[in-house]
Nanobody, 123 residues
Framework: VQLQASGGGLVQAGGSLRLSCAASGGTISTYAMGWFRQAPGMERELVAAISWGGASTDYAFAVKGRFTISRDNAKNTVYLQMNSLKPEDTAVYYC?????????????????WGQGTQVTVSS
């Protein structure tokens, strides 16, 4: 499975962006999916995760209530809607797929990674 993340960019604080992660070379319908981010000098961290059917989600405390992860298995795509963006959300965002039943909340549960997309939030 190959993952292609897109939708990053430069936005002012308080603005919104929607990231997309399109899969090819296989279906993601039975994969747990997640979005991670890594800021300069920081470790990669989980932002949001969604189970293969979409019934379960989990979020990092810092983004709860502002970000929403969703998936459209028919389109083989996962989304991350980011609202009320803050400068501290600035990072490279990565999507990942894991052959895990249920939610995958740690990076070593993920088997496939996309290239990152840069999100920059100006103050």
């Amino acid at each position: 499975v190959q993952l292609q993340a897109s939708g990053g960019g430069l936005v002012q604080a308080g603005g919104s962006l929607r990231l997309s992660c399109a899969a090819s070379g296989g279906t993601i319908s039975t994969y747990a999916m997640g979005w991670f981010r890594q800021a300069p000098g920081m470790e990669r961290e989980l932002v949001a995760a969604i189970s293969w059917g979409g019934a379960s989600t989990d979020y990092a405390f810092a983004v709860k209530g502002r970000f929403t992860i969703s998936r459209d298995n028919a389109k083989n795509t996962v989304y991350l809607q980011m609202n009320s963006l803050k400068p501290e959300d600035t990072a490279v965002y990565y999507c990942a797929a894991g052959e895990t039943y249920g939610l995958a909340v740690v990076s070593n549960e993920y088997d496939y990674w996309g290239q990152g997309t840069q999100v920059t939030v100006s103050s």
